[in-house]
Nanobody, 125 residues
Framework: QGQLVESGGGSVQPGGSLRLSCVAS????????MGWFRQTPGKEREGIAG????????YYADSVKGRFTISRDNAKKTVYLQMNNLKPDETAMYYC??????????????????WGQGTQVTVSS
């Protein structure tokens, strides 16, 4: 039924920047929490950023604070992830996801569901 479509991945040098986009169907977007995750082969999926779509407060994993910024456009049902100063170990498949608001924000990564297909980010020299 619902779907999430990520885009914007690519190859950049260390220290470079990328801006990812995720377009959500209405039934997914109404969950009120949207987030970004990443995963490399053999490792668990890692939550890195979340946003409460109604008001806009944001939540970040410590590993990306100060470098990544999540934002949303409710009219477009789209969330973005601006990634600056990228590091080689951040090469991964990046996924968009959604979660129902639990009353305590959108930083509880275990509550997310409804994954997109992902967009590949490669950071290398």
């Amino acid at each position: 039924q619902g779907q999430l479509v990520e885009s914007g991945g690519g190859s950049v040098q260390p220290g470079g920047s990328l801006r990812l986009s995720c377009v959500a169907s209405e039934d997914i977007y109404r969950n009120r929490c949207m987030g970004w995750f990443r995963q490399t082969p053999g490792k668990e999926r890692e939550g890195i950023a979340g946003i409460m779509t109604l008001f806009g407060p944001t939540y970040y994993a410590d590993s990306v604070k100060g470098r990544f910024t999540i934002s949303r456009d409710n009219a477009k049902k789209t969330v973005y992830l601006q990634m600056n100063n990228l590091k080689p170990d951040e090469t991964a498949m990046y996924y968009c996801s959604a979660a129902k608001w639990d009353g305590n924000g959108c930083g509880n990564w275990l509550t997310y569901h409804s994954w997109g297909q992902g967009t590949q980010v490669t950071v290398s020299s």
